[in-house]
């Protein structure tokens, strides 16, 4: 079994986070840095946002999965090649 990193979050506090991971990636943030003398302000983001919402999504599938069937929130990673057969 996979390590579940989001124990203890409610439905409601996931989907928060789901519209903002989903509003980062659309204003492309990435790395924010600014310093100044003995001041400086770094913002990094550990983990690529395309998976934090992989991982809230399969969370949100195991909390409600009518709303979040696992089929849809589930990226394809494979397929399967099928070639057609003469009679």
């Known amino acids: 079994m996979a390590i ?3 124990i203890g979050q ?3 506090q996931l989907e928060t986070e789901l519209r903002l991971a989903q ?14 003398g003995d001041l400086a ?7 690529q946002i ?5 991982m809230i999504l399969r969370k949100l599938s195991l909390l409600d999965p009518v709303n979040y069937p696992g089929e849809s ?3 394809i990673d494979r397929a399967t090649i099928v070639f057609p057969v003469r009679l």
């Open 4 to 6: 579940d990193y989001l």
């Open 10 to 12: 409610t439905k409601a």
């Open 23 to 36: 509003a980062e990636l659309l204003a492309g943030k990435t790395v924010t840095s600014s310093a100044a």
């Open 41 to 47: 302000f770094s913002h990094r983001v550990e983990q």
């Open 50 to 54: 395309t998976q934090r919402i992989e």
């Open 73 to 75: 929130v589930t990226p």
